[in-house]
C-alpha cells in the first residue's frame, strides 16, 4: 500500500515573538539533541577540513624538507668557481625515484578532495535553503532536476558537471538559483586544482633528472698545498729576487766575466721544454689577449684552488716595411728601424757587439729602451733595465717557401704581404716590434681549467729579471723553433701574434729556475657524486597547487562553521539534504524518519537491529513506468511520495 507521509516537526521557542504561537511561528525543523548536532557537525567540518589541508601541507612540506635537508650545495659563498647549484634547480643528494614518489602522493591524493571540498560548501547551501523556504523565496529554491543536480555536486565527481552543461542547453529549463552556480564553481574548482596538481607533478617527473654533482670540501689553512709561484728569497745566501745583486745583475742570470749564466737553469730548461716535474707554462686568454702562466707541474685531479703566480703578456707589430727590410748585397737583408735598432735579418750583417752565434742565428732579439724608433732609442745586447713592460726588436729568417703548402693547407697569403720579405736564398724574412709585460696573476684553477684571473703589473725589477733571460742567447733554440710556428700564420700580423705566444711562454720558462712553490689562498677537494637535479618551476608549481588547495579547504571550513546555526537548524536540514536522508524519508517508517537522529545512519532501522530493515524494490507504478518502493515482510512497507 502506497502513502504520502506528512513530517512532524517542533518550533524552537526562542524564535517565537511577543503574541506568536508556534503555529504562526511556522515549522523550522525536525527536534534536536543541539549538543550532539554541533558535536557532528563539528566532526564532519573538522574531519573534511582535515582531509583537504594537512595531508597536502604534510606531503608538501616533507618535500620541501627532504630537498632542502639533503641539498648539495657548494661553499657558501663558493670560494673557487661561480658556479651554482643552479638558480632554476635545485640539487638534492636523494634518490630521485624517492624523491618524485613522494611528490606523486600529492596528485594521488588530490582526486580524492572534491567530495570533502562539497561536504563543506553543503553546510552554507543548507542555510540558503532553509532561508529561502521559510521566506516563501520561489525563485531561490530548486526544481526537482536542479536538486537532482545538487544532490550529484554533492559526491565531487566532474560528472555532475558536465550534467549541468547539458541542462543549461534546455531550452526551457528554469532560472537557476545562485546556489547551484556556487555548487558548480566550487566543483570546477576543486577538479581543475586537482588537475593541476597532477599536471605540475607530471611536469616534475618528466624533468626531474640524476646528474654527476661535485660536492666541494674546503680545506683548512693549515693544511693547504704550494701551487703559487713567487720570487726566489734567501737571507742565508743573500739572494733577493726583488733587486738586484751587487754586479748589476738580476737574479736570473750571473755574470763570471765574460760569460753569463742562467742561475738555476737546470729547473728553467725543464719548466720550458715541458719536462720538470716542478713547474710548467701554459697560458690563457683574458680580455682578448693571451697570456702564457708558470703553474705547477701536476695536481691531483679532484684539488681546485686559489694562487698568485706569474703571467707574461707580449704584443708585437709588424715592422719590416718601417725599418726598410729588403734583400740586400749577397743574400743579406738589412734594416734599419733607429740608431738603437738595425740589422740583417739573415745573418749576413750583424751588430758588431753581438756574439757570433746569436749573429749566425735565423733569429735575433734585442733589448731596447723605449717602443718608438727614434733617435733616441738605445740598445742593450746582454742583461737588462728594470723596466716593465719591456720592449724588443727581433727579427727572423724562416727557411720556409712561403709557396709550398700540403693539399690540406689553404695557400699561403704571406708571400703577398709587404710585410714578409723573400730573401734571394729563399724563405721568409721579417722584423717586429713587441712590447712585453710581467704580471702578478692571481687565479683560480677548478678541474683543470684557469678562471677568474686578476691581473697585476710587477714592478720594473720583475720586469728587468724577465727580459734578461731573453737578452742572452739562452733562447735561441726555443725562438728558432718559434720561427716556423709563426711561419704558418696566415697574415704578418697573426705571424707576430704566433711569435710573442711562443716569447711569452720562451721568457716565463727561462726565469722559473728563480720562482718557488708558495701556499695557495684557498682549496677544496671535489668529489663526484650523483645527485637529483630538481627544476623550481615545477616543484614550486606543484607546492603552490597544494597550499592553495589546502587554504581553499580551511577557508571553506569557517565558512561551514559560520553558516552551522543549529539553532535555526541548519545541521538537520543539511543531513536531509543528502542522498542518505533522502533514502531515509523515502524508505524508512514514518516513526524513524522524521525524528531526524543526530547521526543519519541512526535513521535507518538496519543500524539498531539486523533483519529488521525494509528492502528496497523496483515495481510498476499506478501511473505507468516504475518506481522503488520498500518491502517488508513480502508485503509494501512504504514507497516515495
Excluded at 503574541?19 to 548536532?37: N, Y
Excluded at 717557401?401 to 699561403?412: E, F, M, N
Aim: net charge negative; with cysteine.
Amino acid at each position: 500500500m502506497e502513502h504520502k507521509r506528512s513530517t512532524t516537526v517542533d518550533v524552537d521557542p526562542s524564535n517565537l515573538g511577543p503574541g506568536d504561537s508556534p503555529e504562526s511561528a511556522g515549522p523550522l525543523v525536525e527536534k534536536q539533541s543541539f549538543p550532539k548536532m554541533y558535536s557532528r557537525a563539528y566532526t564532519d567540518i573538522a574531519f573534511a577540513c582535515f582531509v583537504i589541508s594537512v595531508p597536502l601541507v604534510v606531503l608538501s612540506g616533507g618535500l620541501l624538507g627532504i630537498i632542502y635537508s639533503h641539498r648539495s650545495i657548494p661553499l657558501n659563498p663558493r670560494p673557487l668557481d661561480n658556479e651554482e647549484s643552479g638558480s632554476s634547480a635545485y640539487l638534492v643528494n636523494y634518490s630521485v625515484t624517492r624523491l618524485v614518489t613522494l611528490a606523486s602522493w600529492t596528485s594521488s591524493v588530490a582526486p580524492l578532495l572534491p567530495g570533502f571540498v562539497m561536504t563543506l560548501v553543503s553546510f552554507p547551501t543548507a542555510q540558503r535553503l532553509l532561508e529561502a523556504s521559510q521566506a516563501d523565496q520561489d525563485q531561490k529554491l530548486r526544481t526537482p532536476y536542479q536538486f537532482g543536480l545538487y544532490l550529484q555536486m554533492l559526491t565531487g565527481g566532474f560528472g555532475a558537471a558536465w550534467q549541468w552543461i547539458k541542462y543549461r542547453t534546455w531550452s526551457s529549463h528554469e532560472k537557476q538559483p545562485a546556489v547551484i552556480t556556487h555548487l558548480v564553481l566550487g566543483l570546477s574548482m576543486a577538479n581543475l586544482i586537482g588537475f593541476g596538481i597532477l599536471a605540475a607533478d607530471t611536469w616534475l617527473h618528466v624533468v626531474t633528472s640524476t646528474v654527476i654533482f661535485q660536492q666541494v670540501t674546503r680545506i683548512p689553512s693549515t693544511a693547504l698545498e704550494s701551487h703559487g709561484r713567487s720570487l726566489y728569497f734567501d737571507p742565508v745566501y743573500s739572494v733577493d729576487c726583488s733587486s738586484r745583486d751587487i754586479y748589476g745583475d738580476p737574479c736570473t742570470v750571473t755574470s763570471y766575466g765574460f760569460q753569463i749564466i742562467l742561475n738555476n737553469g737546470v729547473e728553467a730548461y725543464a719548466t720550458v721544454n715541458n719536462v720538470s716535474t716542478l713547474s710548467r707554462v701554459s697560458s690563457f686568454i683574458d680580455r682578448g689577449s693571451r697570456y702564457a702562466i708558470l703553474l705547477p707541474a701536476s695536481t691531483a685531479p679532484d684539488i681546485d684552488f686559489r694562487a698568485t703566480t706569474f703571467a707574461v703578456n707580449t704584443q708585437c707589430k709588424p715592422a719590416s716595411s718601417f725599418c726598410g727590410l729588403g734583400p740586400g748585397y749577397d743574400d743579406s737583408t738589412p734594416f734599419y728601424c733607429s740608431p738603437g735598432f738595425y740589422g740583417d735579418a739573415t745573418g749576413i750583417g750583424y751588430f758588431g757587439n753581438i756574439s757570433y752565434r746569436r749573429a749566425a742565428s735565423p733569429v735575433g732579439v734585442v733589448l731596447l729602451s723605449q717602443w718608438e724608433s727614434d733617435s733616441s732609442q738605445t740598445n742593450r745586447t746582454h742583461g737588462s733595465w728594470d723596466m716593465n713592460p719591456f720592449y724588443i726588436g727581433t727579427w727572423a729568417h724562416a727557411r720556409t717557401d712561403t709557396s709550398l703548402r700540403s693539399p690540406s693547407q689553404a695557400p699561403s697569403q704571406l708571400a703577398d704581404d709587404p710585410e714578409i720579405i723573400t730573401p734571394s736564398s729563399k724563405g721568409m724574412a721579417w722584423v717586429l716590434k713587441c712590447q712585453a709585460s710581467v704580471y702578478e696573476v692571481e687565479y683560480t684553477y677548478v678541474n683543470g681549467t684557469i678562471t677568474d684571473p686578476q691581473l697585476t703589473l710587477f714592478n720594473a725589477s720583475t720586469g728587468g729579471l724577465v727580459a734578461a733571460t731573453m737578452n742572452e742567447d739562452f733562447s735561441l733554440p726555443n725562438l728558432e723553433a718559434a720561427i716556423n710556428v709563426a711561419s704558418l700564420g696566415s697574415s704578418a700580423q697573426n705571424l707576430a701574434d704566433r711569435w710573442a705566444d711562443s716569447f711569452s711562454q720562451t721568457a716565463l720558462g727561462l726565469s722559473s729556475g728563480m720562482m718557488v712553490p708558495t701556499t695557495n689562498l684557498l682549496e677544496q677537494h671535489r668529489t663526484p657524486i650523483l645527485v637529483a637535479k630538481v627544476p623550481k618551476a615545477p616543484l614550486f608549481t606543484l607546492i603552490a597547487l597544494n597550499l592553495i588547495y589546502a587554504a581553499i579547504g580551511l577557508g571553506l571550513a569557517l565558512y561551514a562553521l559560520v553558516a552551522s546555526d543549529f539553532k535555526r537548524g541548519t545541521g538537520a536540514v543539511r543531513q536531509k539534504l543528502t542522498v542518505s536522508g533522502l533514502v531515509a524519508e523515502c524508505f524508512e517508517s514514518a516513526e524513524r524518519a522524521p525524528k531526524g537522529r543526530n547521526e543519519m545512519e541512526n535513521a535507518f532501522a538496519e543500524k539498531e537491529r539486523k533483519g529488521f530493515s525494509c528492502r528496497v524494490q523496483i515495481e510498476e507504478a499506478d501511473y505507468g513506468g516504475w518506481r522503488p518502493n520498500g518491502r517488508h515482510n513480502n508485503s509494501v512497507n512504504m514507497g516515495c511520495s
